[in-house]
């Protein structure tokens, strides 16, 4: 019989597998990246499955594994199923999937690893040898003797702390007695750190019974029945993350591993300690995956998992791909956040790869949010998932009280020109700065000002097919629904209120922050922004600055909603609620009750009670009053009740086809190629829109459009999807994208 492989090979268009032979020298396992010769070329693949072969069924001669890329399998059987998974649903290749699960320097022909000169004795060599050393050469005798304590010791730390020689080290090698070599070593950038380690908190009733309730649930699987992921509802400083800690010692001291999925912009610097601290004991098998890591720092951190070294992975969107062997629990930490979903090839939502993952590997889900995604939420009351619920913050701490401040009086108020503080804002920050505490102003920043709003009534144009917003196009001088593609004629004066100062309210955090700095010239102002804080360790700073009550105000975009912690911040200020509602999106109000809700969570953390200010155009808009009211069932309800009217997800699921290129005739034609091409073929219970120029209609100096099909059935529309694209060919200079459960209809 014959060792052979079937191997995937990387980047070929569509997944190519091949056999091959394993050399006798060669050990292979499923899992483990190889390099072999394709069509008298070099190329990386991924062994799919080792196998015996009959010599004599063979139509042609296997050729040989040329090498291999490390001696260990990088994937568990585990990770390749999901792979295949991610693939059919997402409509990709798995190769590309694989490639993404695995870190750059690990992709290529032989693993990167960074290594460093080090020394150590030449076997055999011991005191026999070095003893009779006389005085002259004492240094050669006392490294020899501190050589033999250590198996083998950096170069840079024998000349360094230990204060030895180079010339010493020389002279021990041109006697045989030792010598020196390429040792890989890992980077920790948390190694100079000291963490203090923080002890479980006794939990209240609320936590504790959602932590047997994760307990149960891994009960319940290791019995080998079907297990439910649990989607856990607790309001903003109900102590989820404690939870989300002793349900991970659990795991732990169960010998068993564990990944917490935070989202991006919630990685700070103080989430990540709170795990480090609580972990402090074996800080070294916390792994923290943030954005801000080196291609060889994050990869370092892989190879501490994949080594077994880390058994707990903390960290965004990819970090479900880490090969945690043995896995206990996966926590997917706000939930709801948009960040989870991939914008880029594989277009994966992590969040449900998190349940994906968490079947195949038979452990329990854990979606914790104080505002739940709708398409959970729909889960919960389909019986998919069960519901957790923590209503009571820690301590019997109040949730904040929310003033709603409507900027149309405002604007009247205070006269011509764009508004930005409300008078009560203004007051609230001046009665905080006397009294030494902290404020947080939010500037929300999603959306491209590209809607008109009134700024006397808060009028905003929006589709009545489909209750999104319309978008202006400039050039066309048209307002248009980007769902279905119903246009008409911008008004020139405001369809409700008949006023002319219909405008783009646009602003940035840099122009608030100087008027901030006139209008309260004594307060020490931070801005956090992606601007800002581009500098490594920026954020880590300036929010250590906040915490030790060095700063007054914290102005911030989305990232400064989410997760932060700081017990004396007793204001919260959200400046513009509204931008977020006007986006050519179904979701604009689910996402505005999120970021509201959020944080206004932020506020009275502490001893001290808080105060929300929102200031809006649009007072009555339902995200805006359900979130003053801390009502998430209710905002649920309504909310659900208009998607299910337009159909919108969570009861369908899209797929949004994008086609760009540089000449836009071409573009458009090769999407009404494929437009065609699907409706011959559209089988019952999936519909397609027209083709339509996308919302950004022009970007990178390409032309973009979309078609949208839409379905109750995931699985069946993907399939339909990926027939449909079997055999297309497009120009070159046209490229196609797929996204399905898009994020981002633009
Ligand atoms: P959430 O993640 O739900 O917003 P956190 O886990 O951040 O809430 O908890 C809010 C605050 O309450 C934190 O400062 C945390 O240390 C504290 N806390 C959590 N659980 C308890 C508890 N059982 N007893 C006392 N304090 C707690
Ligand atoms: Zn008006
Ligand atoms: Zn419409």
Same mark, same amino acid.
């Given at each position: 019989?014959?060792?052979?492989?079937?191997?995937?090979?990387?980047?070929?268009?569509?997944?190519?597998?091949?056999?091959?032979?394993?050399p006798?020298?060669?050990?292979v396992?499923?899992?483990?990246?190889?390099?072999v010769?394709?069509?008298?070329?070099?190329?990386?693949?991924?062994?799919?499955?080792?196998?015996?072969?009959?010599?004599?069924s063979?139509?042609?001669?296997?050729?040989?594994?040329?090498?291999?890329?490390?001696?260990?399998?990088f994937?568990?059987?585990?990770?390749?199923?999901?792979?295949r998974w991610?693939?059919?649903?997402?409509?990709?290749?798995v190769?590309?999937?694989?490639?993404?699960?695995?870190?750059?320097?690990s992709?290529?022909?032989?693993?990167?690893?960074?290594?460093?000169?080090?020394?150590?004795l030449?076997p055999?060599?011991?005191p026999?040898q070095?003893?009779?050393?006389?005085?002259r050469?004492?240094?050669?005798?006392?490294?020899?003797?501190?050589?033999?304590?250590?198996?083998?010791?950096?170069?840079?730390?024998?000349?360094?702390?230990?204060?030895?020689?180079?010339?010493?080290?020389?002279?021990?090698?041109?006697?045989?007695?030792?010598?020196?070599f390429?040792?890989i070593?890992?980077?920790?950038?948390?190694?100079?750190?000291?963490?203090v380690e923080?002890?479980p908190?006794?939990l209240?009733?609320e936590q504790?019974g959602v932590?047997a309730?994760?307990?149960?649930?891994?009960?319940?699987?290791?019995?080998?029945?079907p297990?439910?992921?649990?989607?856990?509802?607790?309001?903003?400083?109900?102590?989820?993350?404690?939870?989300?800690?002793?349900?991970i010692?659990?795991?732990?001291?169960?010998?068993?591993?564990a990944?917490?999925?935070?989202?991006?912009?919630?990685l700070?610097?103080?989430?990540?300690?709170?795990?480090?601290?609580?972990f402090?004991?074996i800080?070294?098998?916390?792994?923290?995956?943030?954005?801000?890591?080196?291609?060889g720092?994050?990869?370092?951190e892989?190879?501490?998992?994949?080594d077994?070294?880390?058994?707990?992975?903390?960290?965004?969107r990819?970090?479900?791909?880490?090969?945690v062997?043995?896995?206990?629990?996966?926590?997917?930490?706000?939930?709801?956040?948009?960040?989870?979903?991939?914008?880029?090839?594989?277009?994966?939502?992590?969040?449900?790869?998190?349940?994906?993952?968490?079947?195949?590997?038979?452990?329990?889900?854990?979606?914790?949010?104080?505002?739940?995604?709708?398409?959970?939420?729909?889960?919960?009351?389909?019986?998919?998932?069960?519901?957790?619920?923590?209503?009571?913050r820690v301590?019997?701490?109040?949730?904040?009280?929310?003033?709603?401040?409507?900027?149309?009086?405002?604007s009247?108020?205070?006269?011509?020109?764009?508004?930005?503080f409300?008078?009560?804002?203004?007051?609230?920050?001046?009665?905080?700065?006397?009294?030494?505490?902290?404020?947080?102003?939010?500037?929300?920043r999603?959306?491209?000002?590209?809607?008109?709003?009134?700024?006397?009534?808060?009028y905003?144009?929006?589709?009545q097919?489909?209750?999104?917003?319309?978008?202006?196009?400039?050039?066309?001088?048209?307002?248009?629904?980007?769902?279905?593609?119903?246009?008409?004629?911008?008004p020139r004066?405001c369809p409700?209120?008949?006023?002319?100062?219909?405008?783009?309210?646009?602003?940035?955090?840099?122009?608030?922050?100087?008027?901030?700095?006139?209008?309260?010239?004594?307060?020490?102002?931070a801005?956090?922004?992606?601007?800002?804080?581009?500098?490594?360790?920026?954020?880590?700073e300036?929010?250590t600055?906040?915490?030790?009550?060095?700063?007054d105000?914290?102005?911030?975009?989305?990232?400064?909603?989410?997760?932060?912690?700081f017990?004396?911040?007793?204001l919260?200020?959200?400046?513009?609620?509204?931008?977020?509602l006007?986006?050519?999106?179904?979701?604009a109000?689910?996402?505005?009750?999120?970021?509201?809700?959020q944080?206004?969570?932020?506020?009275?953390?502490?001893e001290?009670?808080?105060?929300?200010?929102?200031?809006?155009?649009?007072?009555?808009?339902?995200?805006?009053?359900?979130?003053?009211?801390h009502?998430?069932?209710?905002?649920?309800?309504?909310?659900?009740?208009?998607?299910?009217?337009?159909?919108? /997800? /969570?009861?369908?699921?899209?797929?949004?086809?994008?086609v760009?290129?540089?000449?836009?005739q071409?573009?458009?034609?090769?999407?009404?190629?494929?437009?065609g091409?699907?409706?011959?073929a559209?089988?019952q219970?999936?519909?397609?829109?027209?083709?339509?120029?996308?919302?950004?209609?022009?970007?990178?100096?390409?032309?973009?459009?979309q078609?949208?099909?839409?379905?109750?059935?995931?699985?069946?529309?993907?399939?339909?999807?990926?027939?449909g694209?079997?055999g297309l060919?497009?120009?070159d200079?046209?490229i196609?994208?797929?996204?399905?459960?898009?994020?981002?209809?633009?």
């Amino acid at each position: 019989m014959l060792r052979a492989v079937k191997v995937l090979i990387d980047g070929a268009a569509g997944d190519l597998t091949f056999s091959y032979r394993i050399p006798d020298a060669m050990t292979v396992t499923t899992g483990q990246r190889v390099v072999v010769m394709l069509r008298n070329r070099k190329t990386v693949a991924t062994v799919t499955a080792v196998e015996e072969l009959d010599p004599r069924s063979l139509k042609y001669e296997l050729k040989p594994i040329e090498s291999v890329v490390a001696e260990d399998s990088f994937l568990s059987v585990g990770l390749l199923e999901l792979a295949r998974w991610i693939a059919r649903f997402y409509i990709t290749s798995v190769e590309t999937v694989v490639r993404t699960m695995l870190p750059k320097p690990s992709q290529g022909e032989a693993e990167k690893r960074k290594t460093a000169k080090a020394v150590r004795l030449v076997p055999g060599i011991g005191p026999e040898q070095w003893g009779e050393l006389g005085a002259r050469v004492a240094k050669q005798k006392a490294l020899c003797e501190f050589l033999g304590e250590h198996s083998s010791v950096l170069m840079s730390e024998l000349t360094g702390e230990h204060g030895f020689s180079s010339s010493s080290v020389k002279a021990l090698v041109e006697r045989g007695w030792v010598e020196t070599f390429d040792q890989i070593v890992g980077r920790d950038p948390l190694e100079n750190i000291e963490y203090v380690e923080s002890l479980p908190l006794a939990l209240n009733p609320e936590q504790a019974g959602v932590l047997a309730q994760v307990q149960r649930a891994g009960e319940t699987l290791r019995r080998g029945e079907p297990g439910r992921p649990i989607l856990l509802h607790g309001v903003t400083g109900s102590g989820k993350t404690e939870v989300y800690l002793q349900a991970i010692q659990q795991v732990v001291d169960a010998g068993k591993g564990a990944i917490v999925l935070v989202p991006e912009i919630a990685l700070t610097p103080q989430t990540a300690d709170r795990f480090k601290q609580r972990f402090a004991k074996i800080k070294d098998e916390v792994a923290i995956l943030h954005s801000n890591l080196s291609e060889g720092e994050r990869h370092d951190e892989w190879r501490k998992v994949l080594d077994g070294r880390a058994r707990i992975v903390i960290g965004a969107r990819s970090a479900i791909f880490s090969p945690v062997a043995n896995l206990g629990l996966i926590v997917v930490d706000e939930e709801h956040e948009g960040s989870y979903k991939q914008d880029t090839v594989p277009r994966y939502q992590a969040r449900d790869i998190a349940v994906v993952r968490g079947a195949i590997e038979g452990c329990p889900v854990l979606l914790g949010s104080a505002t739940p995604s709708l398409e959970s939420w729909q889960n919960v009351l389909a019986g998919k998932y069960e519901l957790a619920t923590m209503r009571l913050r820690v301590d019997d701490r109040k949730l904040p009280l929310i003033r709603v401040i409507d900027m149309k009086l405002e604007s009247r108020k205070q006269g011509a020109g764009l508004t930005i503080f409300s008078s009560r804002l203004r007051e609230g920050i001046e009665k905080r700065l006397v009294a030494g505490e902290q404020v947080i102003l939010l500037l929300n920043r999603r959306g491209f000002a590209r809607n008109i709003l009134c700024t006397d009534c808060g009028y905003v144009a929006t589709c009545q097919h489909c209750s999104t917003t319309m978008t202006l196009h400039k050039g066309e001088d048209k307002l248009v629904c980007h769902i279905c593609g119903f246009s008409h004629l911008p008004p020139r004066r405001c369809p409700e209120c008949r006023s002319q100062s219909i405008a783009n309210a646009g602003i940035g955090t840099e122009r608030v922050e100087e008027m901030m700095r006139q209008v309260f010239p004594a307060a020490r102002i931070a801005r956090v922004d992606t601007d800002t804080m581009r500098k490594k360790g920026q954020l880590r700073e300036t929010l250590t600055a906040f915490r030790a009550k060095k700063l007054d105000i914290l102005l911030g975009t989305q990232m400064i909603a989410k997760g932060l912690d700081f017990p004396n911040v007793t204001l919260v200020g959200v400046l513009n609620a509204d931008v977020g509602l006007h986006v050519p999106d179904f979701r604009a109000g689910e996402r505005t009750f999120q970021l509201l809700t959020q944080v206004a969570g932020r506020a009275g953390r502490g001893e001290l009670e808080g105060e929300v200010i929102v200031q809006t155009y649009t007072p009555h808009h339902p995200s805006i009053q359900f979130s003053r009211h801390h009502d998430f069932e209710g905002f649920a309800e309504q909310e659900m009740a208009m998607r299910r009217q337009f159909g919108h /997800p /969570p009861f369908i699921h899209l797929i949004l086809i994008t086609v760009r290129s540089k000449h836009q005739q071409r573009a458009e034609l090769s999407l009404r190629t494929l437009h065609g091409r699907l409706k011959a073929a559209l089988p019952q219970g999936i519909s397609l829109t027209e083709p339509l120029p996308s919302p950004l209609e022009k970007s990178h100096d390409q032309w973009r459009f979309q078609i949208i099909l839409k379905s109750a059935k995931a699985r069946s529309l993907a399939g339909f999807v990926r027939e449909g694209l079997i055999g297309l060919n497009f120009p070159d200079d046209v490229i196609l994208t797929v996204d399905v459960d898009p994020y981002n209809l633009s």
